[in-house]
C-alpha cells in the first residue's frame, strides 16, 4: 500500500507534501504528485526528521487522497465558500435615533461573518457613547472552546449623571446581554476614569432573577448594593467617566 504525507490546516482543501531534497519540500493540491512512502512508519520518520509542522501533518493512504481530489475536480475545484455583502443588514448610517443604533451594532456583533457588512457602511454608524450618555460600547467574549459568543455593554456616566436616563438607557439592552459569571450575574464593564489612568477596572453586576447588584471583579470582596440607583450613586462618587 502507498502512503502519502497531508498538511491539514483545517482549510476546506488539504496541501499534499513533495519531497524536493533535503532542504525543501512543496505542498500541492494533487495528491498524485506527492512523494510516495511505502509504509507508514517511513512517513512518520520522514515528518519527524525533516518537516517543522509535524502537528498539523498526518500520513493517509494515496488511493483515498486520489479518489478525494478527483471528487473536487469534479465539482469544479472549489476553494472555499465566502458570504456575499447582506442586502438588508449592511446599509449606512442615515441619522436614525440611538435605540436603532444600538439595535444595529448588536445584529452586526451576532454576525457569524462581520464580512457581510460592507466597510463603507460599517464605519458611518456612530459608537454608542456618542449616541447615548451612558452606554459605552459593546463588548464580545468567546468561550474556552472558541464555540460560543458572549455579548454585553460596557456603561459609564459622568459625576453629574442622572439615574432616570441611566435606568431607560440599561433596560433597553439588560435582555441582550449574554454575558455571565459562574452566579448568573450579567457583567457590564464600567468605563471610568481608573480604566484609562491605572487600569483598575470592575464591572456592574446584576442578577436578572434576583435583582441583586453588585460593584466589582466577581470575588468575595465585591461592594454589594440594595438597589441600582444606590449603585449609580457610588459610580457617580467613586467610578465616574468625565
Not at 512518520?44 to 475536480?73: F, G
Not at 471610568?192 to 434576583?210: M, Q, Y
Not at 454589594?224 to 457617580?236: D, I, P, Q, R, V
Request: hydrophobic letters at 30%.
Amino acid at each position: 500500500m502507498s502512503y502519502i504525507i497531508e498538511h491539514d490546516f483545517d482549510q476546506s482543501t488539504p496541501y499534499y507534501v513533495r519531497v524536493v531534497d533535503e532542504r525543501n519540500f512543496e505542498e500541492t493540491y494533487n495528491p498524485n504528485f506527492a512523494t510516495v512512502f511505502t509504509s507508514k512508519k517511513d512517513a512518520k520518520e520522514w515528518i519527524n526528521t525533516y518537516s517543522s509542522m509535524k502537528d498539523y501533518s498526518k500520513v493517509v493512504e494515496l488511493q483515498s487522497a486520489a479518489q478525494k481530489y478527483k471528487v473536487w475536480c469534479e465539482k469544479g475545484m472549489v476553494r472555499r465558500k465566502l458570504n456575499c455583502i447582506d442586502q438588508v443588514k449592511s446599509r449606512p448610517y442615515k441619522g436614525e435615533n440611538y435605540e436603532q443604533v444600538i439595535d444595529w451594532w448588536v445584529n452586526y456583533h451576532k454576525l457569524v461573518d462581520e464580512r457581510k457588512i460592507k466597510y463603507d457602511h460599517y464605519k458611518t454608524w456612530p459608537n454608542l457613547y456618542e449616541v447615548t450618555q451612558h452606554l459605552h460600547d459593546i463588548e464580545c467574549y468567546h468561550s474556552h472552546e472558541y464555540n460560543q459568543k458572549f455579548m454585553t455593554f460596557s456603561i459609564y456616566t459622568k459625576s453629574t449623571g442622572k439615574f432616570d436616563d441611566f435606568k431607560a438607557e440599561l433596560d433597553l439592552v439588560l435582555e441582550k446581554i449574554t454575558y455571565k459569571d459562574d452566579e448568573g450575574y450579567l457583567i457590564l464593564p464600567i468605563f471610568d476614569h481608573f480604566i484609562s489612568e491605572h487600569g483598575n477596572n470592575v464591572s456592574l453586576l446584576i442578577h436578572p432573577e434576583t435583582e441583586k447588584i453588585k460593584i466589582g471583579k466577581g470575588y468575595s470582596w465585591d461592594r454589594n448594593f440594595n438597589s441600582l440607583e444606590s449603585a449609580f450613586e457610588y459610580m457617580k462618587k467613586e467610578r465616574y467617566y468625565d
